[in-house]
Every structure is written in structure tokens, then in C-alpha cells.
């Protein structure tokens, strides 16, 4: 979907530093943040989204779906679930 090798290859290496605008660098920040130390998350955190041009709605969805792909990888990894190997072919 991406159709940019060379992006995504640098997105794969260290997303920081793929030379990401500053709109997409905000959103990731956000949801690595959410991610990793939710219990850290405060109203600043979605402030700086709406500071790079972020929307309400826009906020919700990153949440979400940061939530949920968190959600589905705890049930995954709680019942024992093994990755497809076609995952792992390139």
C-alpha cells in the first residue's frame, strides 16, 4: 500500500528517524506512548495531536485502533496463539 520501498524499509529499520512528517511522527509518539506506558497518558498527550492538525475524531480513531490491535495481540499471546508462518515470509 505504501508502493515506497525505500520508506518503508526505513519506517521497518527506526520510524523516528525515517523522515516522517511531523504530523505522523506526533501519531506514532502517541500510540508507542499508549502502548508501552499507557498509565502515563494525559490530556497534553492528545493536546499535541490537535497541535500538528489532529481532529477529535482523528484522536479517537489512533486510539482506538491502537487499543485494539493491543487487545487482539494480549488474547493471542494469553491463549498461546503461534503466528502464521506465511507472516514471516518476505
Known amino acids: 500500500m505504501l508502493k515506497d520501498d525505500e520508506l518503508l524499509a526505513a519506517v521497518e ?3 523516528a528517524t525515517a523522515g516522517l512528517s511531523t504530523h505522523r ?3 506514532l509518539a502517541f500510540a508507542l506512548k499508549l502502548t508501552v506506558t499507557p498509565g502515563q497518558m494525559t ?3 492528545a493536546e499535541m495531536l490537535t497541535a500538528v492538525g489532529f481532529t477529535d475524531r482523528d ?3 489512533i486510539v482506538e485502533v491502537t487499543a485494539y490491535f493491543a487487545y487482539v495481540n ?3 499471546d494469553g491463549l498461546g496463539v ?3 508462518e506465511s507472516w514471516y515470509e518476505s
Do not use: F, G, V
Open 25 to 27: 511522527q506526533a501519531m
Open 59 to 61: 484522536i479517537l480513531d
Open 13 to 15: 529499520s527506526d520510524w
Open 82 to 84: 503461534e503466528p502464521n
Open 74 to 76: 494480549r488474547l493471542a
Open 43 to 45: 490530556k497534553t498527550d
